[in-house]
């Protein structure tokens, strides 16, 4: 059996909620692997709006969507994912992915931080449509992983639970504050 990690986790559940013409927000771009990923699942029908605050990660999100001929899909913005509900109306969007943390390889100090992410999960709610899906890829550790987690799981635990289905899950038998993944389906 293979040995998941975080992102292929939440990408093997996704693949079962994300069609083809669907339109998707990678929160959080980074390389962008998981904008690509979900630019595969819609295809050409469909749309992928990736976000990051650096611009390197931009450049390396679109670059890669570039390359693999997904440019028409889906494209990277240089801005925050607390920003996000500024390029999406309420109830239109089918599935939204943040990795929290920071970008691999990148500088550890430009992290997420609890304050911006609550804001795009908020937000991000309400831009799903019902009977849609969000992951988050929750990592502890850090300078702020460990507020931003805590801060993460006390909010999703006082959403509705008439409106959604929060499932959380935990690599439990890992040291070393393992990553969380939580999906949120929305009612």
């Known amino acids: 059996m293979k040995n998941y990690q975080i992102t292929e986790f939440c990408h093997h559940f996704l693949e079962q909620h994300v069609h ?46 570039f390359a693999a001929g997904f440019s028409d899909i889906g494209t990277a913005i240089l801005e925050s994912h607390a920003n996000m ?25 430009l992290c997420t931080h609890a304050d911006t992410s609550l804001a795009a999960i908020h937000d991000g709610l309400t831009l799903l449509k019902k009977q849609s899906m969000m992951s988050l890829c929750i990592y502890s550790g850090g300078d702020t992983g460990f507020e931003e987690r805590d ?10 639970p008439k409106q959604y289905m929060v499932l959380l899950s935990c690599y439990y038998n890992r040291p070393n504050n393992p990553p969380i993944p939580v999906f949120i389906l929305k009612l």
Do not use: W
């Open 20 to 65: 083809p013409g669907d339109f998707c927000i990678d929160a959080t771009a980074g390389k962008g692997n998981d904008t690509e990923f979900l630019c595969q699942l819609t295809g050409s029908r469909g749309r992928v709006l990736a976000f990051d605050i650096q611009q390197a990660a931009v450049d390396a999100t679109n670059e890669r969507l």
């Open 85 to 109: 509900h500024l390029y999406a109306e309420a109830g239109t969007v089918d599935c939204i992915m943040f990795n929290f943390g920071y970008l691999p390889g990148g500088n550890h100090q």
């Open 151 to 160: 801060a993460i799981l006390d909010y999703l635990k006082q959403l509705d």
